[in-house]
């Protein structure tokens, strides 16, 4: 474990910053990011780096979730329902982690990071395209209308947005697998959440960004504490960071409502991209 100087301190404050800022405009809790960094910069052993993780994705949803609540832009309903079987998912990665060597862990690392950059790329650049053209609502995708179909305001569209969710079913199956991964990865699952919600659900990007910072934090803290009752920890460290991250994410909130998150999608495809490139020739 690497001392915390002012360098290291200086360095782990602006990537939580950083950290804070992508999980909260996109969903994703960061974990994509910090776990590769804190193993391939500063050596952190994964396992330990994946509890750092985990404990900085409750911040970023702690920080957010209240404040997507209140705008109307997380779905309630939804989230609480998804959230159920990713907790109980996460429980379970949580309690395989320690019965797996850290170099399986950061190959599994490396491998799901490869689709999903592919499929952000693809989902960004595709809603670029749409907007050149009329938009197709997504609740025309939806014969039947649910008990989960909601609605927000955008304020870069200047309008109200509906939607209807659909394939409920299934999204509920996939999200006690995205549970696993982020017990197990410390990924926090928003890299599968959102675009789970998006394309297999019909919920909107935003939306779908927001209700995956309200679901994220519950799965990550139930596996957070399986770490914290095993030592792993590193408590000086994921302090500084997570004061990077709460300062980050309501810099996100920022971007999430005004910016176009296609485009920021096409940035985290290639960041991903490069990440899983150096973890798998870490892990190889």
């Known amino acids: 474990m690497p001392e915390l100087g002012p360098a290291n301190f200086s360095i782990l404050l602006f990537f939580g910053v950083l950290i804070g800022l992508l999980g909260s405009a996109l969903g994703v809790g960061g974990g994509v990011f910090m776990v590769p960094f804190l193993v391939l910069a500063l050596k952190i052993p994964i396992h330990q780096a994946v509890a750092a993780s985990l404990v900085a994705i409750v911040a970023t949803s702690s920080a957010v979730a209240a404040v997507n609540v209140e705008r109307g832009l997380a779905n309630i309903r939804l989230g609480i329902t998804l ?3 990713t907790a109980l998912g996460s429980i379970a990665g949580a309690l395989i982690a320690s019965r797996v060597p850290g170099g399986a862990v950061q ?16 989902k960004g650049r595709r809603s670029l395209g749409k907007s050149a053209a009329p938009a197709l609502h997504p609740s025309s995708l939806a014969p039947q209308p649910s008990a989960f179909d909601s609605a927000f305001f955008d304020p ?9 969710v659909k394939n409920m079913a299934p999204a509920s199956l996939i999200s006690f697998f995205v549970g696993s991964l982020s017990g197990l990865l410390g990924m926090g699952g928003g890299v599968v959440q959102v675009p789970m919600m998006s394309l297999l659900c019909g919920v909107p990007m935003k939306a779908a960004a927001a209700t995956s910072n ?10 957070a504490y399986v770490y914290f009752r095993r030592g792993l920890i590193p408590f000086e460290l994921t302090a500084v960071i997570v004061v990077g991250v709460l300062i980050g994410s309501f810099l996100g909130i920022y971007v999430l409502y005004r910016a176009r ?5 096409l940035v985290f495809s290639a960041l991903t991209m490069l990440v899983a490139v150096k973890m798998l020739m870490a892990a190889i």
Not at 156 to 164: G, I, L, M, P, Q
Not at 214 to 223: D, E, K, Q, R
Not at 261 to 265: I, R
């Open 214 to 223: 309200f679901i994220i934090g519950v799965s990550a803290a139930a596996s």
């Open 107 to 122: 190959l599994m690392f490396a491998l799901m990071l490869f689709p999903v950059s592919v499929m952000m790329f693809l």
């Open 261 to 265: 998150s296609e485009k920021l999608q």
């Open 156 to 164: 870069a569209a200047d309008e109200h947005t509906h939607y209807r």
């Open 83 to 85: 959230e159920v079987t």
